[in-house]
Antibody, heavy 122, light 106 residues
Framework: EVQLLESGGGLVQPGGSQRLSCATSGFTFSNYAMSWVRQAPGKGLEWVSGITGSGGSTYYAGSVKGRFTISRDGSKSTLFLQMNRLRAEDTAVYYC???????????????WGQGTLVSVSS | DIQMTQSPSSLSASVGDRVTITCRTSQSISTYLNWYQQKPGKAPRLLIYATSSLQSGAPSRFSGSGSGTDFTLSISSLQPEDFASYYCQQTFNTPYTFGQGTRLEI
């Protein structure tokens, strides 16, 4: 059974840092790209960042580029999101999701974690 | 970045109704369009991928169509469990962007 479990959320001051983790199981971690998606309270979904299965390529939304860093540890089957210079507008539930290349080469997020809440406030 | 315009933002309907949600993209994305359902306090769930392919386990009353820049999600006969929020997502280019969402209410 595929499982993704996020951790590391909490209250952080503006300008501070936080590191999120996503522990995975039930699939061969290195075979899949992974993504982080966030959702501000009462708002819609926002794709934040992605990383290839090898970790060799990373991608970011413009709103977090230069402040957030995605990485992965294959030996622990764990995905990370290092968030620096946090702002109030980064307050959200952060989900990790598995990327699957489905039919016709279309990437989908087929499995999601339960999310972890990051609150940025003084 | 590819911009997504999803409409309507909210929709009131009744059990048994047929409803349609639309998603328009700022540039052509072929059929690289997915639809997700999200219920309050839960993670999103994949419903439709590659515009019109039904995800395993998703009910057949859900269907998708379109290509290029205009896409639709249809629910043929609303069931009580379908009242939720729905999001389109393009995975043609990074950043993979989502529509603003449609809240489907009774």
């Amino acid at each position: 059974e595929v499982q993704l479990l996020e951790s590391g959320g909490g209250l952080v001051q503006p300008g501070g840092s936080q590191r999120l983790s996503c522990a995975t199981s039930g699939f061969t971690f290195s075979n899949y790209a992974m993504s982080w998606v966030r959702q501000a309270p009462g708002k819609g979904l926002e794709w934040v960042s992605g990383i290839t299965g090898s970790g060799g390529s990373t991608y970011y939304a413009g709103s977090v580029k230069g402040r957030f860093t995605i990485s992965r540890d294959g030996s622990k089957s764990t995905l990370f999101l290092q968030m620096n210079r946090l702002r109030a507008e980064d307050t959200a539930v952060y989900y990790c999701a598995r990327d699957l290349v489905a039919s016709f080469g279309v990437v989908v997020n087929d499995y999601w974690g339960q999310g972890t809440l990051v609150s940025v406030s003084s | 970045d590819i911009q997504m315009t999803q409409s309507p933002s909210s929709l009131s309907a009744s059990v048994g109704d047929r409803v349609t949600i639309t998603c328009r993209t700022s540039q052509s994305i072929s059929t690289y369009l997915n639809w997700y359902q999200q219920k309050p306090g839960k993670a999103p769930r994949l419903l439709i991928y590659a515009t019109s392919s039904l995800q395993s386990g998703a009910p057949s009353r859900f269907s998708g169509s379109g290509s290029g820049t205009d896409f639709t999600l249809s629910i043929s006969s609303l069931q009580p469990e379908d009242f939720a929020s729905y999001y389109c997502q393009q995975t043609f280019n990074t950043p993979y962007t989502f529509g603003q969402g449609t809240r489907l209410e009774i």
